[in-house]
């Protein structure tokens, strides 16, 4: 599915995207993105810092992010900002709903914002926008 600009609307909500929080996704994130803190694939390791078990990198949390937005914008669309802060970890076992919604629409160049956030059982993992551009 492809959404054009014409169709946007400010205040559109983007489809719930709900993602299982397994070790694998954590590990294979942290490695993916070259991240080999310890915290993130090591578990007593993590228990030493005061975690409960290892927690998700925020490089791996921003593809999620990207994913999110993606998913919803088409092929087509160019993810052209990322702002984004975490908050509450991601731990295995859990369970991350994103929920977006269009922010603002820039009719010179077919941008638009969208806010969102990604919740846990802890509470808000991540907040923030992503600006990408709708053919």
């Known amino acids: ?70 998913d919803w914008a088409g092929p087509n669309a160019t993810v052209t900002k990322v702002g984004i802060k975490l908050g509450a970890p991601n731990h295995p076992g859990d369970t991350m709903k994103l929920v977006g919604s269009v922010k603002a629409k820039n009719d010179a160049n077919n941008e638009i914002e969208v806010q969102l956030v990604g919740k846990n059982g802890w509470g808000h993992h991540v907040e923030g926008t992503v600006t990408l551009t709708l053919p």
């Open 1 to 70: 599915m492809a959404v054009e600009y014409s169709k946007v609307s400010v205040g559109d909500e983007l489809p719930t995207q709900e993602i299982p929080i397994t070790a694998a996704l954590i590990v294979g994130g942290a490695v993916a993105s070259r991240d080999y803190t310890p915290v993130h694939h090591d578990t007593p390791a993590a228990k030493a810092t005061g975690a409960q078990d290892i927690f998700m990198n925020i490089l791996t949390t921003n593809g999620l992010v990207g994913r999110f937005v993606t």
